[in-house]
């Protein structure tokens, strides 16, 4: 392997994951308006949001193998430019359902994007530089989450959400480009778990179609009751699945050991709790506040932009004794945070921006920690598998939580008024972040004292 400038490694990764955080900022700050202009519910949203999700949690395991087979540099290249192609396409829809499905494409285009992004940053760096480079990666991407709010609620105030779509083929060309100048990971042909990868991404679908019909006005109980009860099945049978295949979408043993357990379920609920509340409180402020889409912008940029300054202080720590202290300290702050944001939501708006920033830097620290925490736990030969599952659980987890904890702000709603549903909402997702700082506390305390 030819040594890389870890600015050059982590730029180039940055390129794929950074775009997605724009687009996921961008869409965010545009709910609003792409409600407003096909007169869609929650649920739609929802699904806005949920379908790309959920089409690259089921096409990650088969992107892995498309890198395996054809190169990582290959794939990446191949994503990155069908998820800027999706979105340009999907500026041009007329109806929510024409825009859900090409964020279902998008959906594609991240899938075969993500997991290659981490196997290029492996081909590429040393051991003495994988931290700092991790780091960089996660720093430099975390700008998308910055220019996001801000550049699309520009673009949304003066030409309409349509233009929140634009940007995305300046990132992908850029990285397309830069990517020449990195190394191939090498290639291998392995078998895929069908089994796995289809009873997960069922199981995933019906739970998320159960917790958004839940949600909707007009609900039909008997039909949310029977998705989430075969969604729960499919679980089950998946976890058999599992046990008995050769070569599993989700190692076995992963799911037994207290530190990879503990790590990947943090992960999946603060991931399922930022996305959530991120949505909640980009409507809510428009809303309730009757701001523009750029001051919007501006309140969600606030919640974004001390991610890279907390991804930064993680991607620098050289021990675990201190990324457990740090990631401990990151989930209950975040708690915290959240709590209070709902209490502020309508109160002194100046106050409630200061919150935000804080538990942005406290979710910075987290999405760098948990890459980090992996690649300690796992055999170097295990780490591509390990950081692929660890994509698989945010994507999941995001789905879930906008789900879950979107259809609460529906049914508080109702019982309260729509404001304060989305506040109630929000403060739940505090509450069940608050898990985190047990799973963590648990598995990183394994860790150590391995």
């Not at 899938?111 to 760096?125: D, K, Q, V, Y």
């Not at 990631?327 to 100046?350: D, E, K």
């Not at 942005?360 to 920690?369: H, V």
Request: contains cysteine; hydrophobic residues 50%; proline residues 4%.
């Amino acid at each position: 392997m030819t040594q890389k400038s870890p600015l050059l490694v982590a730029g180039v990764a940055a390129a794929g994951l950074g775009m997605v955080m724009y687009d996921n900022t961008a869409i965010t700050v545009a709910l609003p308006a792409i409600r407003d202009a096909f007169q869609a519910d929650t649920s739609s949203l929802q699904w806005m949001l949920n379908g790309l999700s959920l089409m690259t949690g089921s096409m990650l395991p088969f992107s892995g193998a498309l890198g395996d087979r054809f190169g990582p540099k290959r794939t990446f290249r191949a994503g990155i430019l069908l998820f800027a192609a999706a979105a340009l396409a999907g500026s041009f829809s007329t109806s929510i359902g024409m825009l859900i499905g090409f964020r279902v494409l998008q959906g594609i285009g991240g899938a075969l994007l993500l997991p290659n992004s981490t196997a290029l940053l492996n081909a590429n760096i040393t051991p003495e530089n994988r931290n700092h480079t991790v780091g960089l990666w996660i720093s430099i991407s975390a700008t998308g989450l910055i220019v996001g709010p801000l550049g699309g609620g520009l673009l949304i105030s003066h030409f309409g959400w349509r233009a929140a779509l634009y940007g995305h083929t300046v990132i992908a060309l850029f990285g397309a480009w830069r990517i020449g100048k990195l190394d191939d990971g090498p290639r291998r042909e392995n078998s895929l778990d069908f089994p796995g990868i289809f009873t997960a991404s069922f199981t995933a679908l019906a739970l998320c179609a159960g917790l958004i019909q839940f949600g909707r006005r007009n609900a039909n109980y008997p039909l949310a009751t029977a998705l989430i009860v075969v969604g729960l099945l499919l679980g089950y049978l998946f976890y058999r699945i599992e046990h008995r295949v050769k070569n599993p979408l989700v190692d076995p043993s992963w799911l037994t050991d207290i530190r990879t357990r503990g790590v990947l379920l943090a992960c999946a609920i603060y991931n399922g709790t930022i996305a959530a509340s991120t949505f909640l409180i980009s409507v809510l402020s428009q809303d309730s506040r009757s701001l523009t889409p750029l001051q919007g912008g501006i309140v969600v940029w606030m919640s974004c932009i001390l991610m890279p300054v907390g991804s930064r202080i993680s991607g620098k720590i050289k021990n675990v004794p201190d990324l457990r202290k740090i990631m401990l300290r990151g989930s209950i702050a975040l708690s915290v945070g959240y709590v209070v944001i709902a209490a502020l939501s309508q109160g002194p708006f100046l106050l409630m921006l200061v919150t935000l920033s804080t538990a942005g830097f406290c979710a910075g620290l987290l999405f760098s920690g948990d890459t980090i925490a992996i690649l300690n736990i796992l055999e170097p030969e295990k780490a591509s598998s390990g950081l692929a599952t660890l994509s698989l659980v945010r994507q999941i987890g995001a789905v879930f939580g906008i789900a879950l904890i979107g259809s609460a702000s529906e049914l508080f709603g109702r019982a309260t008024s729509v404001d304060n549903g989305k506040s109630l909402a929000i403060a739940l997702a505090g509450v069940v972040t608050l898990s985190c700082y047990f799973l963590l506390k648990k598995a990183l305390t394994a860790t150590v004292h391995d």
